[in-house]
């Protein structure tokens, strides 16, 4: 990401955090309830902080991997090889969205989780921890990298994540059949329009009215900003919840006007 990037993405933000709504603004009992029991719930589950000492040993790493990158989104240093603290660093999801992730989880709980991009699996092991019963299924590209997340899987005692290998392009079509309903979908990978909306189409058919997509980067670049307003347009989405960083994406039909929010988060 250049500095004009960062510069243009920064002052997105501010036009965000000081225009987004808040549980007043929200009309629809749905999004006041997660609102309300999701994100205003600031309750510290014994499981963050396991995942936050695995991703302080991360950031201090030095070991080094062969980096395979098969999609748009990395802002780490160019060159196939990386150091572990660099990729947990800049490719790593803040702790505030994984722990968003395992409340939200355990609020909806859903049974079939999916995620398109390991990367050192911390997102994962919120996810995974936050519902031991569920089946978490997630691909990553880069086969080192997989093979890394693996590992801090054990360290975490996590038996519930099936890791996939590969493209998504190639195996999201095989991983869904397998699947076949998928209650909660995380699309992290690949942060440009047409693989992002081509994601979001194939997921539809193996959905239904309580799953949950959701979306990394949406406003990363215009590009990224497009994919986002095609998806909030889709006849089949009712609700949909921008946190800036992520967005979510609903089909619940309690409400019958098609509804789009923005909330500080």
Known sequence: MGLAQQYQLAGKYLKYYFTAGNRHDVHSPFVFSLIEEVLRDKK????????????????????????????????????????????????????????LFFRLIQYLQPKRILELGTSMGLSTAYM??????????????????????????????????????????????????QIQLADWVYIDGNHRKEPTVSYFLQCLQYVDEYSVLIFDDIHWTPDMEEAWHTIQQHPQVTYTIDLFFIGLVFFRKDFKVKQHFTLKY
């Open 44 to 99: 510290q589950y014994p499981a963050f902080k396991e995942i936050e000492q695995l991703r302080q040993q991360l950031l201090k790493s030095d070991e080094t991997l062969i980096v395979t990158d098969l999609g748009a989104g990395s802002i780490v240093s160019a060159g196939n090889e990386r150091k572990v603290k660099d990729i947990t660093r800049y490719a790593a999801k803040q702790p505030k969205f994984g722990q």
């Open 128 to 177: 995974a921890k936050a519902a031991p019963q569920a089946q978490v299924t997630t691909i990553e590209g880069c086969p080192n990298i997989a093979a890394r997340a693996a590992k801090n899987f054990q360290a975490l005692n996590i038996h519930n994540i099936t890791q996939v290998t590969g493209n998504f392009d190639t195996v999201l079509p095989e991983v869904l059949k």
